[in-house]
C-alpha cells in the first residue's frame, strides 16, 4: 500500500551495530505496529502504538525499542543487531474512526540483514 | 484470540473459484475472522473479515457457518496474480493484536 512507507527496503549490518527502521503513513491513521517476518512463518508483533504517546511492548519486543516521533512516523530501532535478527520487517497502521473494526494496512517491507 | 487452523497449500486452475477453509472451533463471541493474503515478500493485503454474517466485497466472499466454528474465503475466479500465502486471524474488535499463522499457500495455475 503506497500510504505506507518504509525506509531502507534494504539493508546490510553487522553485528553490534545500531540500525533504525523508519516507517511513514499518509493514511492519517492513528495506530501503528512493527512485525518481523523469519522465512516460512508468519508475522510476529514487535511493538505497537495508538497515538504518539502511548507505546506497547508485542511478542516478541526483547532486542527492539521504538519511537513514534509524530502520528505518521513510527521508528524501529535495533540497538545491537545481531544475526538472529535478520528477517522481513513490515509497518503497519489501522484506525478504529475508519473502521468498527481494527483493519491494518501494511507497508512493502525492509529486509535485514545481519552479518 | 482463537487459534486458527488452515491447509499447508492448495491449487487452483485459474478462472476457477478459489475455496480456502479455515478452521476456529475456540472462536468467541465478539471475535472477528479476518483474511489477509500475502504475495511473495510484499507486505500482507487486508481481503476481508466478518463477524457472523457472510460478506462479500471486491475482492471475495467470505462465508462463516452459523456455529462461527469455520469459515471460507472464495475467490470467485481465480487469476495467476492470486497465488500467494493466505491467512486466516481471528481477533477481538479492537483486533490490534493480529496473530498470523503458517497460513495457506494457494498456487493458481494455467
Known amino acids: 500500500d503506497a500510504d505506507v512507507t518504509q525506509t531502507p527496503r534494504n539493508r546490510i549490518t553487522k553485528t553490534g551495530k545500531r540500525i533504525m527502521l523508519e516507517c511513514s503513513q499518509t493514511k492519517g491513521h492513528d495506530r501503528m505496529y512493527w512485525y518481523r517476518q523469519d522465512p516460512g512463518l508468519g508475522l510476529r508483533l514487535i511493538y505497537y502504538?495508538?497515538?504518539?504517546?502511548?507505546?506497547n511492548k508485542g511478542e516478541i519486543s526483547d532486542g527492539y525499542s521504538v519511537s513514534r516521533q509524530a502520528q505518521a512516523k513510527f521508528s524501529l530501532s535495533l540497538e545491537s543487531a545481531i544475526p538472529n535478527q535478520t528477517a522481513l520487517y513490515f509497518c503497519?497502521?489501522?484506525?478504529?474512526?475508519?473502521?468498527?473494526?481494527?483493519?491494518?494496512?501494511f507497508g512493502p517491507g525492509t529486509r535485514l540483514t545481519v552479518l | 484470540d482463537a487459534k486458527t487452523t488452515q491447509p499447508t497449500s492448495m491449487d487452483c486452475a485459474e478462472g476457477r473459484a478459489a475455496n480456502l477453509p479455515c478452521n476456529h472451533s475456540t472462536i468467541s463471541g465478539n471475535e472477528y475472522v479476518y483474511w489477509y493474503r500475502q504475495i511473495h515478500s510484499q507486505g500482507p493485503q487486508y481481503i476481508i473479515h466478518g463477524l457472523k454474517n457472510n460478506e462479500t466485497n471486491e475482492m471475495a466472499s467470505l462465508i462463516i457457518t452459523e456455529d462461527r466454528k469455520s469459515s471460507t474465503l472464495i475467490l470467485p475466479h481465480a487469476t495467476l496474480r492470486d497465488t500467494a500465502v493466505y491467512y486466516c486471524?481471528?481477533?477481538?474488535?479492537?483486533?490490534?493484536?493480529?496473530?498470523f499463522g503458517a497460513g495457506t499457500i494457494l498456487r493458481v495455475k494455467s
Open positions: 503497519a497502521t489501522s484506525d478504529l474512526q475508519f473502521s468498527s473494526t481494527d483493519t491494518q494496512y
Open positions: 486471524i481471528v481477533t477481538g474488535e479492537y483486533g490490534n493484536k493480529l496473530v
Open positions: 502504538s495508538f497515538d504518539v504517546k502511548d507505546i
